[in-house]
């Protein structure tokens, strides 16, 4: 039976290829996206959010099966902080009661495999207490440091929505209702975004040593956009609180062999 999926960031690379993927798979699918989409909106304004939520629930009648949670940048500015932490929690917030009125609702979110990679404590613990005026002036402080500083305002806002989504996948408002909530993060990926990086030799060096990819390089979008689709169908009926990184190992080099804390 055919699903209705919301797609944020849907304009470009791995958003637009979810899209399109699910579209084939004969799902109806509502981009969105910050200037081309069915519905447009910043995600890093608060009131924009809202009213995006406000649309949807008008196209889909309040009843939503699935997000794809897809749309951020890699600035290294508070800009990052404001998308990919605060307006991706906000807009989950926003449409978790149309997902609860679906028979098998899905969430999945586009986090990073610079979850992996080092990022600043504090700024981590303020997003996740929710202080979104301390964390954006947080990030300004690293901004105003230079551009690897900055950098943390990226890898924070990922480390950041990947602890939120093993918090929140367990609970009454999530699972209780029968939302599953996970994470894909990806590690080096051709889009758009990347073009420049990948397009010299040092580019490409640099984007080893960063983030290695032992296992086949370099993702394709679409190789992302496969397990946000499977992530987001009735298929996936027990996976919930998962980041799943979509890498080529760099997560099994960073880590290691032993990532599992008894309790």
Do not use: C
Request: aromatic fraction near 4%; glycine fraction near 12%.
């Amino acid at each position: 039976m055919p699903r209705t999926i919301v797609v944020t960031g849907a304009a470009s690379g791995i958003g637009k290829a979810t899209a399109e993927l699910l579209e084939t798979a004969g799902d109806t699918v509502l981009r969105v996206d910050l200037h081309e989409g069915d519905v447009t909106g910043d995600l890093s304004d608060p009131a924009q959010i809202d009213r995006v939520a406000a649309e949807i629930a008008e196209r889909t009648g309040g009843v939503l099966d699935g997000l794809v949670a897809n749309a951020g940048v890699s600035a290294p500015s508070e800009l990052s902080v404001r998308i990919n932490y605060f307006g991706t929690v906000r807009l989950i917030e926003a449409l978790r009661p149309q997902l609860a009125a679906s028979d098998a609702p899905r969430i999945s979110v586009t986090t990073s495999a610079a979850t992996l990679q080092g990022n600043d404590p504090e700024l981590v613990d303020l997003l996740l207490a929710g202080d979104a005026e301390a964390a954006v002036a947080r990030g300004a402080a690293l901004a105003a440091q230079g551009p690897q500083a900055g950098y943390a305002n990226y890898s924070s806002s990922k480390r950041a929505i990947s602890r939120w989504i093993r918090r929140k996948a367990p609970t009454d408002e999530y699972a209780g209702a029968g939302i599953g909530l996970n994470g894909v993060g990806p590690g080096q990926v051709r889009t758009g975004m990347t073009t420049e990086l990948f397009a010299s030799e040092e580019g490409r060096r640099r984007a080893d040593d960063a983030m290695p990819a032992p296992y086949n390089g370099v993702a394709e979008a679409e190789h992302i956009a496969a397990v946000h689709a499977f992530l987001v169908s009735p298929a996936n009926a027990r996976m919930t609180g998962q980041v799943l990184f979509v890498d080529g190992g760099f997560d099994a080099l960073r880590r290691g062999d032993d990532v599992w804390q008894s309790v």
